[in-house]
């Protein structure tokens, strides 16, 4: 079983910025793609940023130019700087990682238990 460990979320003003974090534990063979998602009140929950093993990057149209996903393969870290915040970008954020675990190569999709993040206007 893998569990993910979520940080970095609060309040800040618009125009501020705010670095989320997400760490995996467990008997990880290896990630295909780490995602952030978010959920504001009311609405569905939409794909923020993904990064998969190669490295390659997808940003949601809202986001591109002030939000960066990154990965820290060693740490099995996802992080999610975001800058330039919008109050629009009020939301519960949520991590999501796929992979396989060791020692069957098992597939895994966890998710993050969530982080508030709350932009003042």
């Known amino acids: 079983q893998v569990q993910l460990v979520e940080s970095g979320g609060g309040l800040v003003q618009a125009g501020g910025s705010l670095r989320l974090s997400c760490a995996a534990s467990g008997s990880i063979l290896s990630i295909d793609a780490m995602d952030w998602h978010r959920q504001a009140p009311g609405k569905q929950r939409e794909l923020v940023a993904n990064?998969?093993?190669?490295?390659?990057?997808n940003y949601a149209d809202a986001v591109k130019g002030r939000f960066t996903i990154s990965r820290d393969n060693a740490k099995n870290t996802v992080y999610l700087q975001m800058n330039s915040l919008k109050p629009e970008d009020t939301a519960v954020y949520y991590c999501n990682i796929q992979g396989r675990t060791w020692p069957l190569g098992t597939p895994f999709d966890s998710w993050g238990q969530g982080t508030q993040v709350t932009v003042s206007s």
């Open positions: 990064i998969i093993s190669g490295g390659s990057t």
